[in-house]
T-cell receptor, first 114, second 115 residues
Framework: AQSVTQLGSHVSVSEGALVLLRCNYS??????LFWYVQYPNQGLQLLLK??????LVKGINGFEAEFKKSETSFHLTKPSAHMSDAAEYFC????????????FGTGTLLAVQP | EAGVAQSPRYKIIEKRQSVAFWCNPI?????LYWYQQILGQGPKLLIQ????????DSQLPKDRFSAERLKGVDSTLKIQPAKLEDSAVYLC?????????????FGPGTRLTVL
């Protein structure tokens, strides 16, 4: 069975500071990993995804994530937070294949302080 | 390119009533998903369609939930009768390529409140 654990349901950073959102996964098969962002009253938008190519994945809005198999982690980072980054972030895992079901974590709400 | 459309955006009903949600995926997307997102949790897949056939409905409470995707395009999700614990945001998503890690594009969701 696959699962995702997001450490920290709430993270607060100052504008311009490093953003680090943690995600650990469990999977019995090579996983595909995703980060989605959800702004208030909107659907989820894909930030980036890992599909077994490069372990360092760059996404939109300056975000990136590194797949570390030895640590079963896929943490999301951004060097410098912007006010517009305030949102909820979800990590998800999939095994691909015919049923490309996403298994989501419980989310991390990011607050950016001026 | 138009995104995934959902309606209504908000719905308030009393328990034991019925409700239906509608989803129009991105044009040409073969795969359609319905997720349930309860407050404080991540989305959970309810059902996945490949064209108009069901690929995965293992987590759909079939005694009260039903879904269809006629003609392989639009889809409706119905709850009958609704329970208090059905209060959630119902998200529809679609993807272009079946059976892959293709990006799933999400609609804005329908927020259901059951009183």
């Amino acid at each position: 069975a696959q699962s995702v654990t997001q450490l920290g349901s709430h993270v607060s950073v100052s504008e311009g500071a490093l953003v680090l959102l943690r995600c650990n996964y469990s999977s019995s098969v090579p996983p595909y990993l995703f980060w989605y962002v959800q702004y208030p009253n909107q659907g989820l938008q894909l930030l980036l995804k890992y599909t077994s190519a490069a372990t360092l994945v760059k996404g939109i809005n300056g975000f990136e994530a590194e797949f570390k198999k030895s640590e079963t982690s896929f943490h999301l980072t951004k060097p410098s937070a912007h006010m517009s980054d305030a949102a909820e972030y979800f990590c998800a895992v999939s095994r691909g294949g015919a049923t490309n079901k996403l298994i989501f974590g419980t989310g991390t709400l990011l607050a950016v302080q001026p | 390119e138009a995104g995934v459309a959902q309606s209504p955006r908000y719905k308030i009903i009393e328990k034991r009533q019925s409700v239906a949600f509608w989803c129009n995926p991105i044009s040409g997307h073969a795969t359609l998903y319905w997720y349930q997102q309860i407050l404080g949790q991540g989305p959970k897949l309810l059902i996945q369609f490949q064209n108009n056939g069901v690929v995965d409905d293992s987590q759909l409470p079939k005694d009260r939930f039903s879904a269809e995707r006629l003609k392989g395009v639009d889809s409706t999700l119905k709850i009958q009768p609704a329970k208090l614990e059905d209060s959630a945001v119902y998200l529809c998503a679609s993807s272009l390529v079946p059976g892959s890690t293709d990006t799933q594009y999400f609609g804005p969701g329908t927020r259901l409140t059951v009183l």
